[in-house]
Each structure stands twice: as structure tokens, then as C-alpha cells.
């Protein structure tokens, strides 16, 4: 097999990836966090169950050895890449299959690098975002961009908490851009995306003969040397590797799976997480001690419907964005759905807003937004809410304020529920001082 090789993708057995790692610029054209969960089948245009050495390999157990092929991207983009692929096997039954690649440059490609060569996404550190793109009028993230930039300086550990898809990997790669480190990689690896078996040789690597089917391999943490190693879900790490982890990080040196030699590590970790750290070491699902290594620094990322005037904000420079990607002229959000973008709850964060602005750019006709551009999952509510509204007013049964005091205790229970009970932290979520909150807790009897 080629020893050049550079990039990884792994897929189930249905083909869906679970894991992709890549470093050529022009090989993979979407944020890796929405490669994963895609059907391999349709990351490119003319990649189908024939051509796809993956798919050879789940349907029929073949292996494909270092086999040339071109590739389309949905944007009309020729990508030319050298692949081997392999089956995933569990005693004789396929459960997935694992691809390494290496993608080509032609000579009629440099006009179209040297096109792109200031986009952010085709940074040479593997980087797309800085501190830039922490947009935000909200307070508590203005607090936190000044927080980042004290801290990148350093090289402590860091560790981010949030929802999932409130921009922990936008802090992450922005730590890294303000550091010392900026001038070398920045390696992410989503733990909880690939399977825990493959996890320990992704990480640390493989030597030839440490196991059977195993070559010389780096692991991540040899690739991001003199950089940052993003670790984003760490609690879905085994326990097991969790003090192999906890090892490296205090020694700074790793083996390679199946490797007697020590290799030296010269690189900042961050980790990231969507849980709850403190419940997974209650419930024994996670280490303590690894907790406390990995959080010299913490910090916690707020829920998009708790930064108060910011969705109007995010939603209107991803307008921006994909009007100036894709060409087109549509306006700002109107009133009318503004309102909804407010009274929707955002489980999905900054991530599902971005979604929800690019499915409008795929339905808009003309320069316009229109409620019917919205998912029914934002506006199936509230059609109905109005109308329950004015059937009460009409029989005379609406008293305005019982109403708003019921709607203030909902509103007040949900964030302190949110915060842990904390009272500065769902003041500052609401937006009031913290008198204010429990002068309306007492009078709300909560």
C-alpha cells in the first residue's frame, strides 16, 4: 500500500461516515462536522455503489489498492485523489470500512488555488475560523472572546462545555490562531465519531506488526506536533483510555499501539464536551483526575436563545454569507419571521441557525424570505397560538396578567433549571440583575 498516504475516511456498515480526518484544502468542500453522518455515496456528484471502493468493501468484502480516481463536487469542482479501502471485520461479519487517500494537484488547478488562496477555510493549519467569527452582541460572549485572547497565550488545557452546536470548535481553533502554536497544525478528532476499537491507532498509531493488518502509521497526536489536539465528546472515551490519555498529558510522551519506543510530544490539548462532567464522574463514566487535568482553564458556552438580540444578528450575517457564496441578493429577515426565529427554542444552537438560512438560500425563488421557506418544526406551533389566543379574548376567559405571570414563572423555572439553580448565571441569561430575579422568584413563588 502507499506509505504516503495522508487522509482517513471510515464509514458503517450502512456506509454512513462516522470518521473523516483530511489535510489537502480542496478534498473534502464541507466543515468536517457535517461530513460525518453523510452517506459516503453522496459526498460527491459522480461517487456511487459501483465507483466506490468503500461500498466494494462493505457489499463484498474486497480490499482496493491504491486505485487513481476523479471526483465532482457538488460545486462542479474536479478532485483527483489515490485510494486504498479495506473492510472492517468482526470475526466474518463486515461492520464497516476504512479508506486511505491521498488527493492530487494538476496543473490547471493552481488558477483555482490561487482564487481561493485568502479564503479562511484553506488556511494551512488546518483552521478555518478565528476569533472573528465569534459574533455576538451578547455580553457574556464578548466576556469570553476577552477571556480566549488572555488565555491563548499560554498552554494550559482547556476545556469547553456546551450544547451541541454553540461553537465549541470555533473557540478552539480561535485559541489555537492567537497562539504561539498558530504556525503548526490544528488536529480535531470527534471522539465519539468512529469506533472505540479504531480509536487507541487513531490516536496514538500503529507500527507494522504490532497486530495483525497493521503499517506504519501516525496517529493524530504525532501529526499535530508543535501544534493543538482538539479532542471534542472526551466522554466518550473508554475509561481505559482515559488514563492512557491522562498519561500522555502528564508525561508528555505516547507509544504507538504496539510500539516499545517512547516518542516525545510537544503539542496543547483541548478538549470539548456536550455533557455534564461532573454527573458522568458521579455515575463512574468518567475519571476525576482526567477532569481536573483537562480543565486548568473552562470555559462554558451559553444556548443561542440565551444571548439575547444575537439570533437577529447570526441570522443576517449568514445572509451575508451565502449571498455572497452563492450569488444571490436576499434580504434581511423580516418582522414577521424574526418573530418566529425568536420563539423557537434552537436545541441545534448556532449550528441549526446556519442550517436553517442555508435551506432558505435552496428554496428562494427571488430576494425574499418567506415563512414557507421554514422547516415545520419552527412554525407548526404558531400558527395555532394565535388563534387559541383570540378564541380566549372572544369568551371573555383571558386575563392578561395571569397570562404574562405564567409565561414569566415558565421562563424563569427553564433557566434556573438550565443554570443548575445558579442565580448569577440565569440573571445574566435573562438579562436582569440578580435582585430583580429573585424579587420575581418570590413573587412567582418559585
Known sequence: MNKDYKDVLIVDEHGVITYVYVT????????LEQVVGM??????????????????ALRYGVSTVDEYQELISPFGDNIYQVYSSYPI??????????EFSEFKYRLEDIEDIRYHWDKPEYRSNNTRYTLDDMISNDESIQELCTLISNVAKLDSTILITGDTGTGKEVVAQSIHNLSGRAGSKFVSQNCGAIPENLMESILFGTVKGGFTGAENKKGILENAQSGTVFLDEIDALSLELQVKLLQVIEDRKFRKVGDTEEINLNIRFIAATNSNIETLIEEGRFRADLYYRISAVEFELPRLRDRGNDIELLANHFIDYYNHKLGKKIEYVPADILEIFYAYQWHGNVRELRNVIEGIFNLAQDDKIYRRYLPKRMTKNTAKSGGEYADSVNSGGFNLKEHMDATERKLIAAC???NRGNAARTAAALGISRQSLKYKMGRLGL
Do not use: C, F, H
Not at 484544502?25 to 464541507?30: G, H, V
Not at 471485520?89 to 470500512?97: E, L, Q, S, Y
Open 39 to 56: 452517506k459516503v455515496t453522496d459526498l460527491y456528484d459522480n461517487l456511487n455503489e459501483e465507483n466506490s471502493g468503500l461500498v466494494r
Open 416 to 418: 434556573l433549571e438550565r
Open 89 to 98: 471485520m468482526d470475526g466474518n461479519r463486515i461492520i464497516g470500512a476504512i
Open 24 to 31: 489537502n484544502i480542496r478534498s473534502i468542500y464541507l466543515p
